[in-house]
């Protein structure tokens, strides 16, 4: 059993911000393996299935970002599933635009989003996909994170999108090894 969490805020005013690129992958890896988050349960837009022998959770927290931790617990908890099973998509300031990078385990680099799942986990040992969004010219990551992405950089996302899906199917089928390898 696979575990992805997309981090993100709920809203639609949030919907296209740089703080919900988490969410905006599980949308694209949502269609790409044909399941559907429109389930509520554990405080998120959930969808589980089974494909090719392995079953695939996909979560999307609605208590936004700074208390995602209770809604990945309580999924985590449900299902028994491992913390090396869990992976957490989300953006990140301190790399390049669209740059992503991809750890077995680490600490949250100041993402308050990454410090709620590790606190209501009680560990840093999972996994994680992390999106460049790069860094604001002024010291306001605040209105910054909360942003949407300028038209020239929206060809850029979208590459990047299509590459966190093909890293996580990765993650899936050929383990972390391999994923790392081909998406580092």
């Known amino acids: 059993m696979k575990l992805i969490v997309g981090l993100g805020n709920p809203g639609e005013k949030y919907v296209k911000t740089r703080h919900n690129l988490g969410f905006m992958v599980i949308n694209k890896l949502s269609q790409q393996l044909e399941m559907e988050c429109s389930q509520n349960k554990f405080q998120s837009l959930f969808c589980k299935k089974k494909v090719e022998q392995e079953e695939i959770i996909l979560l999307k927290p609605q208590t936004f970002m700074n208390l995602s931790g209770a809604a990945v617990k309580e999924a985590a908890s449900m299902y028994k599933c491992q913390v090396q099973d869990i992976m957490v998509v989300c953006d990140d300031l301190d790399l390049p635009l669209g740059k992503l990078r991809i750890r077995r385990t680490g600490g949250c680099g100041g993402h308050r989003g990454l410090e709620s799942v590790a606190a209501y986990l009680g560990t840093t040992d999972f996994s994680r996909l992390r999106i ?9 990551t605040s209105s910054f994170v909360l942003s949407m992405f300028s038209e020239e950089e929206d060809g850029v996302i979208a590459e990047s999108l299509e590459d966190a899906c093909q890293a996580l199917k990765t993650w899936i089928y050929d383990g972390m090894e391999s994923c790392m390898n081909k998406y580092n």
Do not use: A, F, H, M
Not at 132 to 140: A, C, E, H, Y
């Open 132 to 140: 460049g969004i790069g860094r604001p010219k002024s010291n306001d």
